[in-house]
């Protein structure tokens, strides 16, 4: 079976429209050295069979899929009902790019407002834009955000935001020459940001503080020490929020004096798959709805006094506002906000909060068994986490460590010597509802052999 569009008919009549002998004379400015003189190394074609067979042993040597995994920081491994699949195939929903024309675009349009709501809830805030690319870029665009709304530059950012997080920060600010302007605070002992050393670094000139709730060591931030100790000099607060499952036990950020709250959705909206794909979620306060970046959808009436739905606003390049655009977004991730809108409603509140305790409780009792093995120990004991923490090891590096427990099929977190040299010996251990009893202490027991 071949996979080519057009029959050998069908291609004459075309370079016959156009003048053009062959298809060779269509790449006539290409120089002739720089031309494939021999057919592209491809495998032969198969017929639809025997290419899912093919698929299948190509995917049978992927050996991830059968190892017990604890990775986290960032991305996530709950579950996913496969009713969401099924309802992301829906014709009126099944396109990831922005609906422009209403008229075409309802189903489309009311997903997205739905999404908006549901974030609007889980983050705490009056206002939430239409899906952004992921946390990370959630975060950048929040940073340049809280610039506009205070006509100020230097950026705090905690070091226990995301380690990705901070690169797309650095990168955004970079590219517009500000980099300089990015000042980063220390944790303290207990894996909080240092109030004091944060305090210290307020100026009249800070736009915004940084944090993450949980941060990527897996704490949860104090956010209202945080927010007294910004408020007297007017800063922008911006949380980010990696995990949203988190949200079912923690406060939202926008109960806590928050301006901006953005996170990562992909823990509930799709699993993770090579890093990807993920969806930005992004709120902030009503007051500031003309600095936000993106695109919001609202609900009207039309001639006839029905309820439809709308874009209301979209500042962006593309549009009247050229070199004043407030993002460079050109589409959204509108399938990954489908899913996550789906997925949120088939939780609802009562599951939400059910899925959290279940993270919670696994993950104190994985806490407490590795507590007491002696050549390992939790830097963080005494400050809240919810599903991940982080482990030090004294009987060998990070990477030694795992890679024995990948010797047993073991995926056992992060080495976070990747990210900064002074943590060679930590690791960072996530776990999830899908995790049973057997899964924690097959970990145990690993860690115990090490």
Excluded at 182 to 187: H, T
């Amino acid at each position: 079976m071949r996979y080519l569009p057009h029959t050998e008919t069908e291609i004459r009549a075309m370079l016959a429209r156009i003048g053009v002998g062959d298809v060779d004379a269509l790449f006539a400015p290409i120089p002739e050295a720089y031309r494939l003189k021999r057919p592209l190394a491809l495998e032969p074609q198969l017929d639809e069979g025997s290419l899912m067979s093919h698929l299948e042993a190509l995917a049978a040597k992927n050996t991830s899929a059968t190892q017990l995994s604890f990775l986290g920081g960032g991305m996530y491994d709950h579950h996913i009902p496969p009713a969401v699949d099924q309802l992301l195939l829906r014709s009126e929903f099944y396109t990831a790019y922005t609906p422009y024309q209403p008229e075409y675009s309802q189903g489309t349009l009311q997903a997205i407002f739905e999404f908006q709501t549901l974030v609007c809830q889980l983050l705490g805030m009056e206002v939430a834009n239409a899906s952004m690319y992921d946390g990370a870029s959630a975060a950048a665009e929040a940073v340049l955000m809280a610039r506009r709304v205070t006509h100020r530059r230097r950026v705090l950012i905690s070091a226990g935001v995301h380690p990705d997080y901070l690169r797309t920060v650095r990168t955004y600010l970079a590219g517009m020459g500000e980099e300089d302007a990015l000042v980063s605070i220390p944790l303290g002992a207990d894996g909080r940001t240092d109030l004091a050393a944060l305090s210290a670094a307020l100026t009249d000139d800070t736009s915004s503080v940084l944090v993450g709730y949980p941060n990527f060591f897996g704490v949860v931030e104090d956010l209202a020490a945080i927010r007294q100790a910004t408020s007297a000099h007017g800063v922008q607060l911006v949380t980010a929020t990696s995990e949203a499952y988190a949200l079912s036990l923690i406060r939202p950020p926008g109960e806590l004096g928050v301006d901006i709250a953005v996170a990562e959705g992909q823990s509930l909206a799709v699993p993770p798959q090579l890093g990807g794909p993920g969806v930005g979620l992004f709120s902030c306060r009503q007051s500031a709805v003309p600095k936000m970046p993106g695109r919001l959808c609202g609900e009207t009436v039309d001639a006839a006094g029905l309820r439809g739905f709308v874009l209301t606003l979209s500042t962006r390049e593309q549009h009247i506002r050229r070199e004043r655009a407030t993002s460079n977004i050109c589409t959204n991730h509108g399938l990954i906000a489908l899913a996550f809108a789906i997925r949120v409603s088939m939780l609802g509140r009562s599951g939400f909060r059910q899925a959290g305790e279940l993270c919670l409780s696994k993950t104190e009792y994985l806490k407490g068994e590795l507590a007491k093995l002696p050549k390992f120990r939790l830097p963080y004991a005494g400050t809240p986490t919810f599903n991940e923490f982080v482990l030090e090891s004294r009987a060998g590096t990070a990477a030694d460590v795992l890679g024995k427990l990948a010797g047993q099929g073991i995926l056992g977190g992060i080495d976070l010597g990747r990210f900064d040299a002074s943590r060679q010996n930590q690791l960072l251990i996530a776990v999830t509802e899908r995790h049973g009893r057997e899964d924690l202490d097959r970990l145990v027991a690993a860690f115990t052999a090490v």
